[in-house]
């Protein structure tokens, strides 16, 4: 089949056509990215505050008051992905109804372009949010080492009162029966404590940070070594246990994060592409 020889100016045309199709109009509006991707990250902050209140209100520090751990977690669940689905889903809108309209471009690009702005929303929207909640914490924890570090050098007593996640095994290991009045021994509880977060990390405490310890024990709470040792193997046993089911419940955390995650780019996909058919259906009055 012959085929037609385009004359010069039917060329020009052409390229002066392509040209000003795909040269000077980008893909991407940044400016309703942006836009949306703001309008998201301010929306996921909002809810997110909305629903760390309901959660606090909602538990008790009473027993048998408030609501269980368990529901709490599952609520704090559906609510991330409620914020997700919410936030992304109106900055994925705005961004598809005040990107640029595009010319003389395919319907089916179109609805790429419109994903794309979407996802785009999403990405920015994310890492917007994890960047002021990164300085929230951060300027959280100077001010509390700050403030720990001010208790500390005021009094020896208040040192020890200091948080650690090994308080409450240490006090259970230096316990006596019935209780005895000791001067201040916050570098014996300070040791102990480095040993049991070394033995956590290695998987088990070594046999001489162990003979240590027994001996620790049973000089400070006047208990036969045996029992001393039964002592020392059982705080460990909790204390792996207790490192065990943290890790377990980090990471489940993270598997629903995953999803949420995954609903909130979906959601803003989906919501550009409706926005942006609104966008260019909307008629020149």
């Known amino acids: 089949m012959a085929t037609r020889t385009l004359s010069v100016p039917e060329q020009t045309w052409h390229a002066e056509h392509e040209t000003k199709n795909e040269a000077h109009s980008s893909g991407v509006s940044w400016a309703a990215v942006f836009a949306g991707a703001f309008v998201a990250a301010a929306l996921s902050l909002i809810l997110v505050a909305l629903g760390t209140g309901i959660g606090l209100s909602a538990i008790s520090p009473w027993d048998g008051a408030g609501a269980s751990a368990s529901s709490v977690g599952k609520g704090a669940i559906v609510w991330l992905i409620l914020t997700e689905l919410i936030a992304s889903s109106i900055g ?23 994903t794309a702005h979407g996802f785009l929303v999403w990405a920015v929207g994310l890492v ?20 720990g570090t001010t ?11 200091t948080f650690s996640p090994n308080a409450y095994l240490v006090d259970s290991l230096l316990r006596t029966t019935p209780p005895r009045t000791s001067p201040d021994d916050a570098a014996i509880r300070s040791e102990v404590g480095l040993i049991l977060v070394n033995g956590l990390r290695e998987g088990n405490i070594p046999p001489t940070d162990k003979s240590y310890l ?13 029992e001393a040792e039964k002592r020392v193997d059982d705080t460990f046993a909790q ?40 966008r260019d259906s909307a008629l020149i009055v």
């Not at 208790?151 to 009162?161: C, G, L, M």
């Not at 490192?243 to 999803?259: C, E, G, I, P, Q």
């Open 92 to 114: 994925g809108y705005l961004a598809g109804r005040l990107r640029t309209k595009w010319v003389n471009v395919h319907t089916d690009e179109v609805y790429f372009r419109d």
């Open 128 to 147: 917007i949010t994890a960047a002021f909640l990164a300085s929230a914490v951060a300027s959280v924890g100077r001010n509390a080492r700050a403030g």
């Open 151 to 161: 208790v500390e050098s005021s009094s020896a007593t208040a040192s020890r009162s």
């Open 214 to 226: 027994v001996q620790v024990v049973a000089a400070r709470t006047g208990i036969g070594e045996p």
């Open 239 to 278: 204390a792996m246990q207790a490192a065990d089911t943290a890790r377990k419940a980090v990471a489940h955390s993270m598997y629903w994060t995953f999803l949420a995650l995954l609903i909130g780019a979906f959601s803003a996909s989906f919501a550009a592409t409706i926005g942006g058919k609104q």
